[in-house]
């Protein structure tokens, strides 16, 4: 996942100041042929590019709107995909037009013209990864993830299709998303190995020689029962 922070505190949402203790997340995607995060994300931090006509969401009502979301999935500057946190995650956002506003953490994924296999293939991805850290993050399962069509079901959200208008051209479905998100928590990390402890050993003496030869003797005896440490010392 390649995660980025850009906090709307100009939206109307980040002032209201309202905070929840999440209990699901709800995945959204745009509804717009416009893949690039400076759409909704700005001002432009190096990365997002400029956005022209200024109508990014970091403004009191985007759109003349009432809305906000915790984060958006999308097109940098350069092309690439990235994940921008855009509320703190406890934050009440404005996503759901019904009460999954009070329980659930809501994210965007910047619809294209919903034909580009090989974007959606990278969205799709870097949403299962956003879904994996919050799920860990907050204690949930895939079983807490829902689409937005999905809260509108369960009568918790405003009658919106997403993303069910887009996974299906790809052969995904919010069935499919779920079981990759079930799959990357499944992934642990293995725990670092454990230094085995120094074996300690313990030498015995079995006898002292005047003649070397019967040294030499008892060596070659206690070598051939195993004793491969043993070894004669010298004194006078």
């Known amino acids: 996942m390649n995660l980025h922070k850009l906090i709307l505190t100009n939206n109307a949402c980040y002032k209201a100041g309202r905070t ?3 209990k699901g997340i709800m995945v959204h995607s745009t509804g717009a042929n416009n893949p690039n995060l400076k759409r909704y994300v700005g001002p432009d931090d190096g ?3 400029k956005n022209q006509y200024n109508n990014h969401w970091n403004q009191d009502k985007p759109d003349g709107r009432q809305v906000c979301v915790h984060a958006f999935i999308g097109k940098l500057a350069d092309g690439s995909i990235a994940t921008y946190q ?7 956002g404005w996503h759901a037009g019904g009460s999954a506003n009070d329980t659930h953490i809501g994210f965007e994924i910047c619809e294209d013209g919903l034909t580009d ?3 959606f293939s990278a969205v799709y991805k870097e949403a299962v990864e956003l879904c994996v850290y919050l799920c860990k993050q907050y204690g949930l399962t895939e079983k807490d993830i829902i689409g937005h069509y999905e809260g509108y079901q369960k009568g918790i959200a405003s009658n919106h299709g997403d993303p069910k208008n887009w996974f299906p051209k790809h052969g995904k479905s919010m069935d499919t998303f779920r079981a990759d998100v079930k799959a990357g928590l499944a992934a ?3 725990d670092p190995v454990t230094p085995t402890a120094p074996k300690k050993y313990y030498r015995v003496q079995v006898g002292a020689y005047s003649v070397k030869a019967n040294a030499d003797a008892m060596l070659t005896k206690l070598k051939a029962a195993g004793f491969t440490d043993a070894f004669i010392k010298y004194s006078e």
């Open 20 to 22: 929840i203790t999440p």
């Open 47 to 49: 990365l997002l590019g």
């Open 86 to 92: 855009t509320l703190p995650w406890n934050h009440r």
């Open 117 to 119: 296999t090989s974007y």
């Open 188 to 190: 642990v990390t293995p």
